[in-house]
């Protein structure tokens, strides 16, 4: 006898139809509209650069140069210390000169012989040129003794020329100062031995001080010898007036920049290394009107810039290309892409979507008139001050 179970089946066709009924509600489904978004906007329109471009640079010297001795020997005293000013002509430092005046009397000694064989030639021609006259030699004779008597002489001013070189071989063993300036540099100690031209300080004259600075290879062509300069040291608020004075030929093998040196008004005497910010004017667009929009309105796409334009009429936005030429403080020059006149969103960019509609985000402010909440307060102070006073009875 077979049985039937009509719960069981009821119960097993429901479970398999209650996947079919979730994906039949689930494509029933619409999705939810596009929220309308609160932009904050801006009216495109032309206005002048304030920025300029700037360099550092640092002062120098117009002439420094690096004394060495004109001998090579060893460094007994060094008097020089940097950032000492010095005169002209005074003691730098000092070799020991044992050695050249010891060849400076071995130069003397040999004037003294090669003046005594002049002197003996000069008699023994005089000797001779008596007996020629009285006819006791021959005329070959006495052109010997002549000869002879140049041979001494020539010997003679050969020894003078060695000695007066090597007095000055042991002069040059005293390094001294040959301008008036300020010691920048020390490359020598006392002790150590140095080749005749080896620099032992570096001295940075008095007068005429430039301002170094280096520029890229896209702004060198503008700048010239001659061309105007505004330079403002780094701890003063002050302004002086320069004028480029060079333009370095080629670039630097490691920066790839170009060293200008500008020369500064002489009655500007800035101290040497200070930091000073050098504004060219041919570089200056300070005062060009142009299209200036604040950063947070740019939106990247792809490998350009965007911006989102806002059309009033359907109060929907539309992606506007445009070109970014530099940047003017905390905002962006637009080059290209932008008219005087347009409205863009300037806060929300990145949550947008082409032809997406929103509104005008508008700052809330009080409804309460100032007025009025100050007529507000006038009993609450009264209330206040009536339960500060004393009652009587």
């Given at each position: ?276 910010s050098v504004a060219p004017r041919a570089l200056s667009h300070a005062g060009t009107v142009v ?103």
């Amino acid at each position: 006898m077979v049985t039937s179970h009509p719960p069981r089946r009821a119960l097993a066709w429901a479970l398999a139809l209650l996947p079919l009924a979730w994906l039949a509600g689930c494509s029933r489904g619409e999705a939810p509209p596009e929220p309308v978004r609160a932009v904050k906007v801006i009216t495109v329109g032309a206005s002048a650069m304030q920025s300029q471009n700037e360099f550092s640079g640092d002062v120098r010297a117009r002439v420094e140069s690096r004394l060495g001795f004109r001998v090579g020997g060893k460094i007994t005293q060094r008097q020089a210390e940097v950032g000492q000013h010095v005169q002209a002509g005074a003691l730098l430092a000092q070799l020991d000169p044992q050695d050249y005046r010891l060849a400076a009397e071995a130069a003397r000694a040999q004037v003294a012989a090669a003046t005594t064989n002049r002197d003996l030639a000069a008699a023994d021609f005089k000797r001779y040129q008596t007996l020629r006259e009285q006819n006791f030699i021959s005329g070959a004779e006495l052109e010997r003794r002549e000869t002879t008597l140049k041979a001494a002489q020539a010997q003679l001013e050969q020894a003078q020329a060695q000695l007066a070189s090597q007095g000055n071989q042991a002069r040059y063993t005293t390094l001294v100062a040959d301008v008036s300036g300020v010691i920048t540099a020390v490359e020598a100690e006392v002790g150590q031995v140095v080749a005749a031209g080896t620099p032992v300080v570096r001295i940075a004259a008095d007068g005429p001080r430039d301002v170094v600075f280096a520029v890229p290879e896209d702004k060198v062509a503008a700048l010239r010898p001659g061309t105007d300069v505004a330079a403002r040291q780094w701890a003063s608020a002050t302004t002086v007036a320069g004028r480029i004075r060079e333009v370095a030929a080629s670039a630097d093998p490691v920066t790839r920049t170009y060293a200008v040196k500008v020369a500064l008004d002489p009655a500007a005497q800035p101290p040497l290394g200070a930091t000073m910010s050098v504004a060219p004017r041919a570089l200056s667009h300070a005062g060009t009107v142009v299209i200036k929009i604040p950063t947070s309105a740019l939106r990247q796409e792809g490998q350009g810039s965007a911006v989102w334009v806002l059309d009033r009429t359907t109060m929907t936005v539309k992606l506007q290309p445009v070109q970014v030429a530099t940047a003017d403080g905390n905002d962006a020059v637009i080059a290209a892409g932008l008219q005087p006149g347009m409205t863009i969103v300037t806060a929300g960019v990145h949550v947008l979507s082409p032809g997406q509609k929103v509104t005008v985000w508008q700052e809330k402010t009080s409804a309460v008139p100032a007025i009025a909440t100050q007529d507000a307060r006038k009993p609450v102070a009264g209330a206040a001050q009536a339960a500060t006073l004393p009652t009587t009875r």
